[in-house]
């Protein structure tokens, strides 16, 4: 009798161990983690919706690049767009005049830095 509750007890403790390991392993690949980014500065990370801490816009949900890759096309993007300082929607892949103002037109990568300056000198 002794035996047979020891054996009963034995069966019972392991079959628990792998019933909780089972369902650890299922609620870990349920919920995959959702990060959010600025669109205008992607090494702002945050695992919620909210705003940058650089430049105020909505944080959007993270798309997943390659590192190198992401740096390639970022370099490339800016070194190659200007636009308007009044009309930002104005762009261009070269330098010249807006066609709604007549202002020049900056490189994106400049307006980007001067945004920066300027927040900065308010803070």
Not at 22 to 42: D, G, L, N, R
Not at 100 to 121: L, N, Y
């Amino acid at each position: 009798m002794r035996k047979i509750l020891l054996l009963l007890s034995l069966f019972l403790a392991v079959s628990v161990t792998a019933v909780a390991q089972t369902i650890e392993k299922t609620s870990k690949k349920e919920a995959p983690k959702v990060m959010y980014t600025c669109p205008m500065h992607p090494e702002v990370k945050n695992d919620q919706p909210g705003k940058c801490s650089k430049c105020g816009m909505d944080l959007v949900v993270a798309k997943k690049m390659k590192e190198g890759k992401h740096k390639k096309m970022k370099a490339d993007k800016h070194s190659e767009k200007f636009c308007c300082s009044m009309h930002p929607n104005e762009m261009s892949d070269k330098p010249g005049k807006c066609p709604k103002c007549g202002m020049d037109m900056k490189a994106m990568k400049s307006m980007k830095e001067d945004m920066h300056k300027e927040m900065d000198s308010k803070e």
